[in-house]
């Protein structure tokens, strides 16, 4: 049986999860600073996050495999965000990727972003 190794893991989620050699981050939402400021503040604050979290669990963002982002208005902030997306990215490591609007879980949070990458 392969082992399943958990990170930052609290009562409702873990925000990390590895097994089998592929890292598993929760949902990540802009840090409490950076709730209710504009897109691109809240999308840097999640990518900052993104960035340590696969430093954490031993990879980067190189490593990506898939990507599922959340916006709470695509039609005003998606050309930012993908900006910001672009640029954050490594051109070697280009993973799958959906975008779509939602509701998020707080009214102040813009942006949610959820990655898989490989070890």
Request: proline share 5%; aromatic share 4%; hydrophobic share 40%.
């Amino acid at each position: 049986m392969s082992t399943i190794e958990r990170k930052q893991t609290g009562p409702l989620m873990s925000k990390i999860v590895i097994h089998n050699g592929t890292v598993y981050l929760s949902g990540i939402v802009p840090s409490p600073e950076a709730e209710g400021k504009d897109i691109t503040t809240q999308t840097n604050s999640v990518l900052e996050q993104i960035d340590a979290l696969l430093q954490e669990a031993g990879t980067d963002k190189s490593r990506l495999l898939t990507a599922a982002i959340w916006l709470s208005d695509i039609e005003n902030d998606f050309s930012t965000m993908n900006g910001i997306w672009e640029t954050w990215l490594d051109p070697n490591g280009i993973p799958t990727r959906a975008t779509v609007e939602a509701k998020l879980a707080r009214p102040t949070v813009n942006v949610e972003i959820q990655v898989t990458a490989a070890l």
